[in-house]
């Protein structure tokens, strides 16, 4: 079964930044997509960013566009969530999932990391 491993994360200042990993393993052919999804508390989870690992091509969510990049380690399966200029509303607990399609829904997504918790807080 595919397993996804996720690192990174914590507590940092707004305007500061993270990085966040999302290791796929257990494939036996390469990710189609991969993407970034997010969860505040009270809220439901909303796309922060999808990355089409045959073409690497991207996609963002408004509210991170200009702030937040991906970018991949093709041999090992890797895609890094590059998170700048953080703000106290990104504060969520952030999931990376692989998925059949690339998709803003949640429910196109087959296999989960198993979240990482983001805080933004003086």
């Known amino acids: 079964q595919v397993q996804l491993a996720q690192s990174g994360g914590g507590l940092v200042q707004p305007g500061g930044s993270l990085r966040l990993s999302c290791a796929v393993s257990?494939?036996?052919?390469?990710?189609?997509?991969v993407a970034w999804f997010r969860q505040a508390p009270g809220k439901v989870r909303e796309d922060v960013a999808i990355?089409?690992?045959?073409?690497?091509?991207?996609q963002y969510a408004e509210s991170v566009k200009g702030r937040f990049s991906m970018s991949r380690d093709f041999v090992n399966q890797i895609l890094y969530l590059e998170m700048n200029s953080l703000k106290p509303e990104d504060t969520a607990i952030y999931s990376c999932?692989?998925?059949?399609?690339?998709?803003?829904?949640?429910?196109?997504?087959?296999?989960w990391g198993q979240g990482t918790q983001v805080t933004v807080s003086s």
């Open positions: 999932a692989d998925g059949r399609s690339f998709s803003r829904l949640v429910n196109r997504y087959d296999y």
């Open positions: 257990e494939r036996t052919f390469s990710p189609y997509v």
């Open positions: 990355f089409r690992w045959t073409d690497g091509y991207t």
